[in-house]
């Protein structure tokens, strides 16, 4: 594997057609880094990819869908010298949050943690069939013990009932679409006085109707690609070409870019293998973090101590805000260098499950030796 591969792979970053063909050279994409949208992650606006796409034509195209190949785990055939190198560098920087675990253990003392966690890629594999991206029975055991100890929020690009539907635990605030749609524990929080069950925000709920209508659209539209897939999110829709033969991505884009130009309410931007088109309201998973830190009480204590843990560029927006708060941390999941506010790292879901674990048999202990004096 060349480093141009090694830099794109899984960089599920925002979509670089608007970004010079730099980006898919042999130059390193550590060094050179895409533009980054002022809330911290890379998003384009659909506006600006549709003119580049008009502009630059095919040349962008070919340059994204470059960019595309490269990020297939089927590319990765092996681990070059250098590239070992720069992760050996990057890991300096962003440790391993299972060998720091003591560090963070001893930072939290005292602090009330709170943990955030993103479902896919995080709590469970990211697989071929976004319908089946199903977690373990031991890692939804372990965020149940995880709840029990500390409030706990699944953060995620899906509709809440459908990340509900993966995670089936009754007791955690869900915050799905992006962190458009967000709601409390049933019954209420143990966390929270007066907690109560129901919908807790729905910043976007005035573009339910244009979602669910430009979902359509890219259903009709993507008809003739196989295997292309659109999901609808409630307030967002992901067009997964995942499983799409690399042939037919240029068309797919193509497809999608001649259904949002009616659109100018929506943004495009890119995950794992997926486009999101979502409102372009300023809202965010970092928002969604802050808001329910807020609803929990927590708005300008000084002893709470948030973990956010996710594999995907929207996280990054909640990783900055941790960051630019001084409270907690990120943690990254990836097995690869990434450009991330996150100060800690994991290498997937299986390491996620086990920090989860650590956190949880800390807890238990804090209490029996509390219980004992
Ligand atoms: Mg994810």
Same mark, same amino acid.
């Given at each position: ?45 659909? =506006?600006?990819?549709?003119? +580049? ?8 195209? +070919? ?22 190198? $720069? ?29 955030? &966690? ?9 697989? $071929? ?42 007791? &955690? ?16 929080? =143990? ?46 829709? !992901? ?8 042939? =037919? ?39 969604? &973090? ?9 708005? +300008? ?6 973990? *956010? ?31 991330? !506010? ?18 949880? +048999?800390?807890?238990?202990?804090? *209490? ?6």
């Amino acid at each position: 594997m060349t480093k141009q591969n090694a830099a794109v792979s899984e960089a599920d970053s925002g979509i670089n057609m608007a970004a010079p063909p730099a980006a898919v050279s042999n130059s390193t994409v550590f060094s050179q880094k895409p533009p980054a949208a002022p809330g911290g992650y890379i998003s384009i606006s659909s =506006k600006k990819i549709l003119k +580049n796409l008009d502009v630059n034509g095919a040349q962008r195209i +070919n340059s994204w869908v470059e960019s595309m190949r490269g990020s297939s785990p089927t590319h990765i055939k092996s681990t070059p010298h250098s590239l070992t190198e $720069d992760h050996s560098s990057w890991m300096v920087d962003h440790p391993s949050a299972l060998e720091m675990f003591e560090q963070i253990i001893e930072a939290s003392k005292g602090k009330q943690i709170v943990m955030f &966690l993103d479902y896919d890629g995080t709590l469970s594999p990211i697989v $071929d069939d976004p319908d089946r991206a199903f977690m373990s029975d031991k890692m939804r055991a372990t965020v149940k013990k995880l709840a029990k100890c500390f409030p706990t929020a699944i953060v995620s690009g899906r509709c809440r009932d459908k990340v509900y539907s993966f995670v089936k635990l009754a007791e &955690l605030y869900y915050a799905g679409s992006h962190g458009m749609d967000i709601k409390g524990p049933t019954g209420g929080s =143990k966390y929270k006085k007066g907690g109560q069950a129901g919908i807790l925000f729905q910043p976007a709920s005035e573009y339910l109707p244009m979602i669910d209508e430009v979902y359509k659209e890219l259903v009709e539209k993507t008809k003739s690609i196989p295997r292309a897939k659109v999901e609808n999110n409630r307030f967002c829709v !992901s067009v997964h070409f995942r499983c799409v033969d690399e042939k =037919k991505w240029i068309e797919l884009a193509q497809q999608v870019k001649s259904v949002l130009k009616e659109y100018p309410k929506l943004r495009l931007s890119q995950g794992r293998k997926v486009f999101e088109i979502r409102p372009t309201i300023k809202w965010d998973k970092g928002k969604a &973090l802050e808001f329910l830190l807020e609803s929990l009480g927590f708005a +300008n204590c000084t002893n709470v101590f948030p973990v *956010y843990i996710g594999d995907d560029r929207t996280d990054e927006d909640a990783f900055k805000i941790l960051r630019d708060r001084g409270q907690g941390f990120g943690i990254l999941v990836s097995k690869f260098p990434k450009d991330t !506010s996150a100060s800690y790292s994991l290498q997937e879901p299986s390491e996620v499950m086990d920090f989860l674990q650590r956190l949880v +048999n800390s807890k238990r202990l804090s *209490y029996m030796g509390r219980t004992r004096m």
